[in-house]
């Protein structure tokens, strides 16, 4: 049984039909990326997965539970969390106080104090600004500042949106690097990236997703050498 399963799922907004008939599969420990250009529908596969959309047809199984019968907070409890695109932090609250919003599904005290050492460990810089409003913070902390938010639900699959959007290149590589480390710790990641090379480089396996719905899939490395997928995504004529 595949860790995360999207079977013919089919979502609209309003009129528009965004994703027709989307599949994928994510295996326990993988990093998968979904690559596509702009109105892909790569957004929009997150926002399903994590209960933020209904799809009107399809289903969407978290190794073997249907995700479909929960609200979204119900899902963030079953294991699954998203950072989502332009990174949503409370601005007008402490990083500290983001990193324990990220915690309200859980109770054990010792156990989010763990964890939250683990995510200033991950994060150095956050534990430098941990008093500091989140709103004031640069977009890479900021960046951080929501993995790590994300990161205190203790989720088994992580679901990463365009996370290095707005970054300089210094940070898109720490960013990486750090969902590389993530990954290495147990978490499952799907990953929408805009930066194709960068995404590939570190995923096992991948997807293409054009006008809703997926085109190809493979290893991250044979979509890589792939001519088609090198000349639409990696700038490479």
């Given at each position: 049984?595949?860790?995360?399963?999207?079977?013919?799922?089919?979502?609209?907004?309003?009129?528009?039909?965004?994703?027709?008939?989307?599949?994928?599969?994510?295996?326990?420990?993988?990093?998968?990326?979904?690559?596509?250009?702009?109105?892909?529908?790569?957004?929009?596969?997150?926002?399903?997965?994590?209960?933020?959309?209904?799809?009107?047809?399809?289903?969407?199984?978290?190794?073997?539970?249907?995700?479909?019968?929960?609200?979204?907070?119900?899902?963030?409890?079953?294991?699954?969390?998203?950072?989502?695109?332009?990174?949503?932090?409370?601005?007008?609250?402490?990083?500290?106080?983001?990193?324990?919003?990220?915690a309200f599904s859980r109770n054990n005290k010792q156990e989010i104090a763990r964890n939250l050492d683990h995510v200033m460990t991950l994060f150095p810089r956050l534990k430098e600004r941990r008093t500091q409003l989140a709103?004031?913070?640069?977009?890479?902390?900021?960046?951080?500042?929501?993995?790590?938010?994300?990161?205190?639900?203790?989720?088994?699959?992580?679901?990463?949106?365009?996370?290095?959007?707005?970054?300089?290149?210094?940070?898109?590589?720490?960013?990486?690097?750090?969902?590389?480390?993530?990954?290495?710790?147990?978490?499952?990641?799907?990953?929408?990236?805009?930066?194709?090379?960068?995404?590939?480089?570190?995923?096992?396996?991948?997807?293409?997703?054009?006008?809703?719905?997926?085109?190809?899939?493979?290893?991250?490395?044979?979509?890589?050498?792939?001519?088609?997928?090198?000349?639409?995504?990696?700038?490479?004529?």
């Amino acid at each position: 049984m595949s860790m995360l399963t999207v079977n013919n799922v089919h979502t609209y907004y309003g009129s528009i039909h965004a994703l027709r008939g989307i599949n994928l599969t994510i295996e326990q420990g993988e990093i998968v990326t979904l690559i596509g250009g702009n109105g892909a529908g790569k957004t929009t596969t997150l926002r399903t997965i994590s209960g933020l959309l209904k799809p009107a047809q399809g289903e969407i199984m978290l190794e073997g539970d249907d995700l479909l019968r929960y609200k979204p907070h119900e899902i963030v409890y079953k294991g699954l969390s998203m950072v989502p695109e332009g990174r949503g932090v409370f601005a007008r609250m402490s990083v500290l106080e983001n990193l324990e919003m990220g915690a309200f599904s859980r109770n054990n005290k010792q156990e989010i104090a763990r964890n939250l050492d683990h995510v200033m460990t991950l994060f150095p810089r956050l534990k430098e600004r941990r008093t500091q409003l989140a709103g004031t913070l640069s977009g890479g902390e900021q960046q951080m500042l929501a993995t790590g938010r994300a990161l205190m639900a203790e989720p088994r699959i992580l679901l990463l949106d365009e996370p290095s959007m707005g970054l300089a290149p210094v940070l898109v590589e720490l960013i990486f690097d750090t969902i590389v480390q993530i990954n290495k710790e147990g978490v499952t990641i799907l990953l929408v990236e805009q930066n194709a090379l960068m995404a590939l480089s570190i995923a096992h396996r991948g997807y293409v997703l054009q006008t809703g719905e997926i085109v190809l899939s493979d290893k991250a490395e044979k979509l890589k050498s792939d001519p088609e997928v090198q000349k639409a995504y990696l700038g490479i004529e």
